[in-house]
């Protein structure tokens, strides 16, 4: 860790006084091992670093980011950037940088998974292919340590690492797919084998398919769908930037949920993952975005925190000027209700596994289109009677969740691999009493 | 730069790889974002590195390293070896390699103006000035323009001998314009959804001739707030040359691909409908339908001398008179199929596994044009850029919204419609391309942001396509 303080010093001293500067310096490693049809075909790995500079020259704003950390090669880098800044009008909104202060002294960080060589997670893969060993398995494996170093010409410092494990996939018969996912901080902590196994399961219910017409069904979502949601919520309404520019669902206040939803922005929680800063410096908040059903907070970075006349919550990204503050490390309350109780209390309705390739219609009113992939099964009388084929949807994600029609939370809450990535939303199962299907995935 | 590549090579033969091949990749990006004549970004990010692959057994191993040194490459060929080694716990049959040209030469993007000498000021005024015009339309909230510039310099080497040096220049960019109703937005934008890219300099932003078109743009967005909703419905639809080079994309060119058709990209982006059995006797449309996947069309974004495993860019064909004939590969990929490699296999930056990849997947052009589509239309809707899409993961079941739409009645263009939408399954979509524009209307549109593999990598595809219409499609489907 300090090697990277040292390089975000020496590049502040190349700025020099002149500027108001942010230096990031991430530098790790990752590596990933991919299979298909039931081997290992893909196995990557990689190391590096990477500064990323941030600077203002009488509120001229420029930013840069370079992987290489030769003396001369920073020094023009830094030179390029301020030359850069001093080309640009002046900015209104510059917000100015973080001042010193205390940042939380918590670490997401597994050492045995930032050192883990390409056979332990050859031994992941191979648990989850044994788990169904007659079926077809693809997928993989990952694992991941970063450690960042900020430094500001303010005279703030925040330094942290985090490690990442994730195996994700599916298992295949010639008819039907189903899915596994698990996401931690330890690669000793993701339980290939029951992954596979759930995987295998979801497979094989694909046996006999149903022919199901579009329309209205009362739902029970898995993880991944539940992950989904929550990330675009996040991602296209708790945005500040969004509803600072009228295109936000989120009126702070208002009971725009079923009073069973509490959604949570918190990298203090012991399963979260990532640093507990932002690329402002910013320690992140704790966040309730949702609270009891009512819309109770906005991610803020610095620049929307001025304009609105508050104080960042430390979700600034490295894209957030453009695309605006994001929370990503969203917690959804679990309930107590095991998802064997969820559908056995459904009359008639859909199993959905994950979704695929959901896209926004309109972001205001947050209609997304997608499909369900990898696990759709028919409920009738409180029983899984058989798989359905893939279906597209066509929903608002804030109706979905929306007052009265959350019948039941799971008490099943995990990391979902959502359509952003995996190790965002760490949500449970939930019962919906309305999902609107627009169409089969087959015609 | 050679030397790292040499390097890195034979370290991971020396580790035991029966072929292996490097990359050294120098990228520089340049980004600028402008919202309501405000400079939101502008970003520089330049990378440099070597990536190795080494191939053991059924897999490949992969290893990249910001470190350019002859020590640290050839280290980074040795741990290529030990990954692909470890593989062998879950191993499958050995991969070969098809046999392709083994060439040492050069190859750089013909360009004009070198966009990275361009002025900065010059770049962010002309997006201000593109702002100030679309904010000046009453009911404009957000008015954004945006440029992008990529300068990529490659040194290929591989154990068969191939040593190729590459010089890429790509430019894009584009603007647009937002309405904020009470209960929804509307967006228009110009060339097309997320700026339009090519190969080439800054003449590529000259010619798109931004500031004449913001004002119209503008406009449009502005009408669609209080323009009708479009009616559901089956009927004639007309596509706009944008929209209609992403339903390429889209239910043409990932279906196409053949680490998708073997299942290598079952969990994540998915297979194909397609099935290797049926090639050159599967109907994949009508007639009117010819498709190449042409790597070597200038300017167009999907172009270049080499892939990255060297082979030479060619022209594939992929559909001929509506049937399949064709497929995008690479040297593995195309040698368990018994095809000829394509030369398709790219990777994103050094520090990425190259895998198949779009090059310029695109329609032969038809002997029409959009007046005489038009023309010829009872009751149809003409639909232009790409608003939303969304696809199954076998290619088949796609729903795409559009930014505008206009009815067409009885061979006229008819009133402005909102939020129009189309949905459909491939085969019975294309079999019903019934007509298609000439030469003159052809765009080789691009597209900068394809997502695929794991780890994830951006590709840079590009898409010739003009108008087109289609037969009995179902319309106007919302939630």
Known sequence: MKAEQNIAEEVLELVGPDADAEVTVNAGTSSLTRFANSFIHQNVGEEGSTVSLRLSVDARVASGTTTNLEAASLERFVADTTAAARVQPVDPDWPGLVVPTETPRLEHFDPATADAPPQARAEKVKAFVDAAPELSAAGYCETAAVTVAFANSAGHRATGRYSRAILDGIQQTPAASGSGHATGVSLDDLDAAATGALAGTRARGGAVTFNTKPGEYEVVLAPECVATIAVFLAVYGFNAKAALEGQSFARVGDAQFDPRIDLVDDVTDRRALGVVFDSEGTPKQRLALIDAGVTSALAHDRRTARKAGTVSTGHATPGSDVWGPMAHTLFLREGHTAVDEMVAAVERGIFVATFNYCRVLDPKSLVVTGLTRNGTFMIENGKITGAVSNLRFTQSFVAALGPGNVLSIGDDARFGDSEFGPGMAHVPSVRLGSWNFTGGADG | ?479
């Open chain 2, 1 to 479: 730069m050679f030397e790292y590549a040499a390097a890195a090579v034979e370290g991971a033969l020396a580790a035991g790889a029966v072929y292996a091949d490097a990359r050294v990749v120098l990228t520089r990006t340049e980004s600028i974002d402008v919202l309501n004549q405000a400079v939101e970004s502008v970003d520089h990010i330049e990378s440099a590195g070597v990536g190795v692959r080494a191939l053991i057994g059924s897999s490949w191993g992969f290893y990249a390293t910001g470190d350019l040194t002859e020590r640290a490459a050839r280290d980074a060929g040795a741990m290529a070896s030990a990954i692909a080694r470890a593989s062998a716990l879950v191993p499958g049959a050995p991969l070969e390699l098809a046999d392709v040209p083994i060439t040492q030469t050069t190859w750089e993007t013909p360009y004009l103006e070198d966009p990275f000498s361009v002025p900065l000021a010059e770049k962010v005024d002309l997006l201000i000035g593109v702002t100030a015009t679309m904010q000046a339309v009453p009911g404009i909230a957000l008015a954004r323009g945006d440029l992008g510039f990529f300068d990529i310099n490659k040194w290929f080497v591989s154990s068969q001998g191939h040593r190729i040096h590459q010089h890429l220049v790509e430019s894009g960019g584009g603007f647009d314009a937002t309405a904020v109703g009470e209960s929804e937005t509307q967006r228009r934008s110009y060339p097309q959804s997320f700026g339009q890219y090519e190969t080439g300099g800054y003449e590529v932003i000259r010619r798109w001739d931004f500031p004449s078109n913001a004002q119209r743009i503008a406009e449009e967005a502005a009408a669609l707030l209080s323009a009708p909703e479009m009616e559901e419905g089956e009927k004639s639809l007309i596509l706009e040359g944008s929209q209609l080079a992403l339903q390429i994309h889209e239910s043409v060119g990932h279906a196409i691909e053949l680490d998708r058709i073997l299942g290598w990209e079952a969990a994540f982006a998915g297979t194909s409908h397609l099935e290797l059995a049926k090639l050159n006797t599967h109907r994949y449309g009508s007639e009117v339908m010819n498709i190449t996947a042409d790597a070597t069309l200038p300017g167009s974004l999907g172009s270049f001398g080499f892939d990255d495993e060297g082979t030479p860019a060619q022209s594939v064909d992929i559909v001929r008179d509506g049937r399949w004939v064709g497929v995008l590969s690479g040297r593995d990929s195309a040698a368990l199929a018994g095809v000829a490699p394509g030369g398709m296999v790219r990777g994103d930056g050094f520090n990425r596994l190259p895998m198949v990849r779009m090059t310029n997947v695109g329609l032969l052009p038809g002997d029409s044009s959009l007046d005489e589509i038009i023309a010829e239309t009872g009751d149809g809707v003409y639909m232009a850029t790409n608003r939303s899409w969304s696809i199954d993961d076998r290619r088949l079941n796609f729903q795409f919204g559009c930014e505008i739409g206009w009815e067409v009645k009885n061979g006229k263009l008819g009133r402005m419609v909102r939020n129009p939408t189309y949905t459909g399954i491939t085969p019975q979509f294309w079999g019903g391309l019934d007509m298609l524009a000439g030469a003159d209307e052809m765009v080789y549109w691009g597209t900068p942001n394809c997502g695929k593999g794991q780890p994830m990598q951006i590709g840079h595809t590009g898409h010739p396509a003009g108008p087109g219409r289609f037969a009995n499609v179902r319309v106007g489907v919302r939630g």
